[in-house]
């Protein structure tokens, strides 16, 4: 059975951090790139950052440059989002994504973001 566990979510004040993780199992977590959306209310999900199978290569939106690190432990089917100086507008509903072309694409449950101001 497929699982992607998000998990870290909280509420914090603005300027603060937190680390997201996202536990995979059910399939082979290491073939697929691994992504983190986030959907605030009464918006689309937009994607915030991706990272490729082996870890080698990140991107991320304009709006977390900088501030958000996306990374990946193979060896613990996990993928991670290390957000700091987190703002207000951060507050959203995150979610991890496997992703892997000619495959089904697998989401996680989500996890609640709230920055205070």
């Known amino acids: 059975q497929v699982q992607l566990v998000a998990s870290g979510g909280g509420l914090v004040q603005a300027g603060g951090s937190l680390r997201l993780s996202c536990a995979a199992s059910g399939f082979t977590f290491s073939i697929y790139v691994m992504r983190w959306y986030r959907q605030a209310p009464g918006k689309e999900r937009e994607l915030v950052a991706s990272?490729?199978?082996?870890?080698?290569?990140?991107n991320y939106a304009d709006s977390v440059k900088g501030r958000f690190t996306i990374s990946r432990d193979n060896t613990q089917n996990a993928v991670y989002l290390q957000m700091n100086s987190l703002k207000p507008e951060d507050t959203a509903v995150y979610y991890c994504k496997a992703v892997r072309l000619g495959l089904r694409d697998y989401w996680g449950q989500g996890t609640q973001v709230t920055v205070s101001s």
């Open positions: 990272i490729t199978s082996d870890g080698g290569s990140t």
